[in-house]
């Protein structure tokens, strides 16, 4: 392990300050607009009750900054516990999750079996919703979940376990793209995918006619792939948020990810002045509302039975339960609500004086925090 010297850990601390910064800027955007949706949709009313990313990141009384294992946290905030529609808690979230799967991955390669990646994509227009898409796409793997073929292929020792991922990404020349990630566990550590493409491929196809919807096509429907290299980084290719890059965020941190067509973009980029600028304001707003309106109590990942419980001694955590976990730390700074809410408007002040505080620089953390 790379040794922990003050220039790395400098180094560390001007990551996590930019990033705080961007997504900081990017909430105080989404707050913005969700808030003016909330009074779009009630014009008369005195006061509007945003939903809650829009309110992620209020205080909630006494408004702290704690230092924890070296690294600085603001305390006493409202969190909307979102793992689809909050540059905040979504990646805190699917980092959790992550590294769960990534802990089951482990146990069942360290148990000689295997693994199979599905991705499954249906046609898709640009006047279509996101919901739509996310109902056809949900509804069509409940279909294949419930088949006698699917549960035929699990008698057939073709896997033991699956989990699922939903990821969406936009395009201008295509509109929203919503699809699918399966992690199959396999018994056997070399599985053959010659089996579970054809079944798949077939019930893929027969959901999508049963519901009225277009068949996707042999190459572009359904891709299988084997998992023989680095299989311990699919748990955050699965759980990734809008904008990761490695294999194991694929599943889990939909969040971070870049869409592949050229112009695609995933939905936090909604949020950036330049792709607001490429594409319109207007345009982002109403593409970011519908994304935050479409996903609101969907599950952004799904594991099938028992299979945390035959891999994982521990059980699983609601996303508020992430969220709001306990960290015991002394307060370092109190931030007045006057201070927070400046502060708050100044995301790049703010991320400077939270990296004052990692690093000790107390007095001027204060100074730089007294600046807003």
Sequence with gaps: MQAATPARLRKQNEQLAEWRSQQWTRRNQSSTWLIS??????PHAR??????????GWPLGRTTI??????????????????????????????????????????WIGQGHGLILLTLTRPHTTDESLTHSLNTINTAWGKITGSHAWRALRQQDMFTHWVRSTEITWNPDHGWH??????LFTDDPT????AIRTTVIGLWNDAMTALGEQRPSRRRGIDV????????????????????????????????????????INPFQLLDPSTRARIGEG??????IEYVESTRGRRSITWSRNLRASLLATREKTDEQIINANVNADDIIFLPPALYRRLKRQPTLLAAVLDKTSTGEIPLAIELANLA
């Design 47 to 56: 006061f509007v009750r945003p939903p809650r990313p829009a309110r992620c």
């Design 225 to 264: 792939t084997i998992i023989d290299q680095h299989p311990e980084l699919i748990g955050d290719y699965l759980t990734k948020p809008p904008d990761h890059h490695d294999i194991a965020s694929e599943i889990t941190r939909g969040d971070n990810k870049h869409a592949r067509k050229k112009n695609g």
């Design 178 to 183: 919503a699809h699918l990630h399966v992690l």
């Design 66 to 107: 704690r230092l924890h294992d070296g690294t600085a946290h603001i305390h006493g905030l409202e969190h909307c516990a979102s793992p689809w529609a909050c540059p905040i808690c979504t990646p805190m979230i699917r980092t959790e999750r992550g590294r769960d799967l990534r802990d089951a991955i482990r146990a």
């Design 283 to 288: 345009t982002c707003k109403r593409l970011w």
């Design 37 to 42: 949706r909330a009074r779009e949709l009630d």
């Design 191 to 194: 599985p053959s995918t010659t």
